[in-house]
């Protein structure tokens, strides 16, 4: 199994351009995660996908963020314009879930933002 | 409002001796409870997941302990090796909000 695959590993940008990270999850895994990891606030949840529908997507800071999942195999988060302070990693996760009860939750190595 | 806090959020032990990692949770109606580890510039690593009907979980010379009423887990190492610096972050599947709330983490740190 290649686990969670995410890309790009890095991506520097300038200010105002559009932004698009990419998560392939572990096949047979139907809950996908959308974290993003800073020094000030820890891991924060953006948005997260059940069998390929948007369940909560609460933690999405504002309309700039959007997320898709258009099959089980694949997910885009995407920041348009992109700002400084979108600057962190972001990370996909996925998990089988069952009934509410999850199997363990597994990381891809994340994308490093940079916005300047 | 459903939280997850660790505390120490840094920890220096010297190498051999057995420690323990605390995370406490506000809410007892949980699904599960998983301890990570993270490694600096990479993802989260799967440690140990305590179902909500388990007391403890085991896996090599880690342990991991659940008191729903308590609200506490706990995460045992035994044996510390320098191979063990890392940070270690528990997360809480609440059973009402369905989703995944982490701590902030514990930054461990084993003195050779």
């Known amino acids: 199994d290649a686990g969670v695959i995410q890309s790009p590993r890095h991506e520097v940008t300038e200010m105002g351009q559009e932004v698009t990270l990419r998560c392939k999850p572990i096949?047979?895994?139907?809950?996908l995660f959308w974290y993003r990891q800073t020094m000030m606030r820890g891991l924060e949840l953006l948005i997260y996908?059940?069998?390929?529908?948007?369940?909560?997507d609460s933690g999405m800071p504002e309309d700039r963020f959007s997320a898709k999942m258009p099959n089980a195999s694949f997910s885009t988060l995407k920041i348009q314009p992109s700002e400084p302070r979108d600057s962190a990693v972001y990370f996909c996760?996925?998990?089988?879930?069952?009934?509410?009860?999850?199997?363990?939750?597994?990381f891809g190595n994340g994308t490093r933002l940079t916005v300047t | 409002k459903q939280e997850v806090t660790q505390i120490p959020a840094a920890l220096s032990v010297p190498e051999g001796e057995n420690l323990v990692l605390n995370c406490s949770f506000t809410?007892?109606?949980?699904?599960?409870l998983q301890w990570f580890r993270q490694d600096p510039g990479k993802g989260l690593t799967s440690l140990l997941l305590?179902?909500?009907?388990?007391r403890e979980q085991t896996s090599g010379r880690l342990n991991a302990s659940l008191d729903k009423s308590s609200g506490r887990s706990t995460l045992y190492i035994a044996a510390s090796q320098p191979g063990d610096s890392a940070t270690y972050l528990c997360?809480?599947?609440?059973?009402?909000?369905?989703?995944?709330?982490f701590g902030s983490g514990t930054r461990l740190s084993i003195r050779p």
């Open positions: 996760a996925s998990s089988r879930t069952t009934g509410g009860v999850g199997s363990p939750l597994h």
């Open positions: 096949s047979g895994h139907n809950s």
């Open positions: 996908f059940n069998n390929n529908v948007p369940i909560d």
């Open positions: 809410d007892s109606a949980i699904y599960n």
């Open positions: 305590i179902q909500s009907s388990q």
């Open positions: 997360a809480v599947l609440y059973s009402s909000a369905s989703k995944i709330i």
